[in-house]
């Protein structure tokens, strides 16, 4: 048993090395099986199946500094302070698939300390099914490694665009993972595409405006500074991410807005310390590697010392959305200009030799350090009342099922009411010409509440509380109008289609009957017939909007099995 001990502490090193100063990162079996020996060859590392993936391989936990068993280990986790790090989302990025595993190594090699260390949790690839889709060739504008697998899962989606219409068998596995942890700092390792300059290591954080002003503060104030301070002494410049307003840096950047669709905007919902780490892709392999590694170290030392602050900070978050009266969202980017130094590459636009057409060139033998537009404030366009309940019609299993698997509270809906409640009405919105992650996306929603419900209130329908931890979920995907909630991502998009029409040739009479025994309704025709040239040209248009202010419309078009009560 000794020698066999030793023989996987060296193999250990071995391939822990070899990913250091090579340009290799394992395939899905490689990578279980070295968790899968670290596990077995240290009692302070755990390795949980957590569930199916899409490829039908499992999702996997690694725990460290845990409970010894999973019981344990998972309530440790929820009671103390917790870093959950998410690799393998998109595999053609491995950076932090091998940084972990570096990570781990040091770890062991250091003697294994857990005094101060917080739990440590990592996915060693998320992405099953892109991590065995493998080749040298998807990448095409990346440094490295030799070979690496691909964006899209096994159904082909881009799992960094899942967290809310949870489409994937990865992410429901993702969902239990992380409510079981309930982390307090969550990283998402990624390599960035865009624009070329000097950097290697950048970070997204979440949106200060939009998160509760106790982690705004901690994050952004406290925080990042620190990281920026430690990784300097490391020779490494954290910047935030590089997300272009126009074609080149010079022209400016902004803060990227993280949606819950994303993985840190997500973890964001439920107060989570949120960052994606983006390493540049054409820098070479290893230094992206050892950029991610030294980024995950500094996160890690920041989140021992400052534990206490961190639990406090999110508690007092909590506390703050339940005193939210109204939910502000629709933020959007400020003219507000401030300005970031900047160290790039000068660049031109000579004639293509390819197109012959103008081509932009940056000059690595170029380089220049400046100050550049950096528009970082957000400021929400629009606000939203709380309700004190939703009631969501027992038909909706789907959205249901996702409530459920983010830990939200609810109860049948029995004794209830209608006439206490509030439909609501799709009045308008647009949607995508093309599909986006095998959907339709809507946008610009605007909704009506029309009093009491349109349809009786059923004993097995569900009620939700917004009186309840999650409360900014709850509003994120219940709230029609929200970016990334269940109506935009088309899980009503039954209830926007009109089941009973009209054929003019026989409604012709009864319009007229209609408008004769409905003197404001004949008025309000004739004035928009008056005032509108488009509608007075379409007798077809004219019929329905007699018909839609007859009682023979139906009072369900338009209208979403959700009611409100305030």
């Not at 009631?391 to 249901?400: L, Y």
């Not at 439909?423 to 809507?442: A, C, D, M, Q, T």
């Not at 009973?500 to 004949?522: M, P, R, T």
């Amino acid at each position: 048993m000794k020698h066999l001990l030793i023989a996987l502490t060296l193999m250990l090193t071995f391939v822990s090395q070899a990913q250091l100063d090579g340009n290799t990162t394992p395939s899905y079996a490689e990578l279980i099986q070295m968790y899968q020996s670290l596990a077995s060859d240290n009692t302070e590392i755990e390795l949980y199946n957590m569930g199916e993936s899409d490829a039908g391989l499992p999702i996997y936990v690694c725990i460290i500094n845990g409970g010894q068993d999973s019981i344990q280990s998972f309530e440790k986790a929820r009671m103390e302070t917790t870093v959950l790090i998410n690799n393998g989302i998109h595999p053609g990025e491995p950076d932090g698939i091998n940084a972990c595993l570096l990570w781990i190594n040091d770890w062991v090699k250091r003697g294994k300390k857990t005094t101060n260390l917080p739990v440590i949790a990592i996915i060693p690839s998320y992405n099953v099914g892109g991590t065995l889709n493998r080749s040298s060739s998807s990448r095409a504008n990346q440094d490295g490694p030799e070979i690496y697998g691909f964006r899209g899962n096994a159904q082909n989606l881009d799992l960094n665009r899942d967290f809310i219409k949870m489409d994937s068998k990865n992410m429901m596995t993702f969902a239990r993972i992380f409510h079981a942890l309930d982390p307090d700092v969550f990283i998402d390792t990624h390599v960035s595409n865009g624009a070329d300059y000097q950097y290697t290591l950048t970070y997204i954080a979440s949106v200060k405006e939009r998160m509760a002003p106790s982690l705004s503060k901690l994050t952004h104030g406290i925080m990042i500074p620190f990281l920026k301070k430690d990784l300097k002494k490391k020779d490494w410049d954290l910047i935030p991410y590089v997300n272009l307003i126009d074609d080149v840096p010079e022209k400016g950047m902004s803060v990227f807005n993280d949606l819950p669709r994303y993985s840190m905007g997500y973890a964001s919902l439920f107060n989570t310390i949120s960052f994606t780490v983006e390493t540049h892709m054409l820098k070479p392999f290893q230094q992206r590697t050892q950029a991610t590694l030294d980024f995950l170290q500094s996160t890690i030392s920041w989140t021992s010392e400052n534990a206490e602050n961190v639990e406090r900070a999110r508690k007092e978050a909590f506390q703050f959305d339940l005193s939210m009266k109204s939910f502000p969202y629709n933020y959007q980017l400020t003219e507000d200009q401030d300005s970031i130094l900047f160290k790039g590459y000068e660049y031109s636009y000579p004639k293509s030799d390819v197109t012959g057409y103008e081509r932009l060139k940056y000059h690595q033998n170029q380089s220049y350090i400046k100050y550049i537009p950096h528009y970082q404030t957000y400021k929400a366009k629009d606000t939203v009342i709380v309700p004190s309940y939703y009631v969501i019609g027992d038909q909706c299993a789907d959205v249901i099922e996702r409530l459920q698997a983010n830990g939200i509270e609810m109860k049948s809906a029995s004794n209830l009411k209608a006439e206490d409640f509030k439909s609501i009405r799709i009045v308008n919105y647009s949607s995508g010409k093309k599909p986006y992650e095998g959907h339709f996306l809507h946008k610009n929603t605007e909704i009506e509440l029309l009093n009491g419900s349109v349809l009786p209130i059923k004993s097995t329908d569900i009620i939700v509380s917004t009186d309840q931890r999650n409360r900014r979920f709850i509003l994120s995907v219940l709230e029609p109008e929200m970016a990334d909630s269940y109506f935009s991502w088309n899980f009503f998009d039954s209830y926007l289609q009109q089941k009973e029409h009209f054929s003019s040739y026989v409604f012709e009479d009864k319009a007229l009957e209609i408008l004769n025994g409905d003197a404001s309704l004949k008025s309000e025709f004739e004035t928009k017939k008056l005032e509108d040239e488009e509608f007075r040209g379409n007798p077809r248009a004219q019929l329905d909007f007699i018909y839609r202010h007859s009682n023979h419309y139906e009072p369900t078009h338009n209208v979403l099995p959700i009611r409100v009560k305030y």
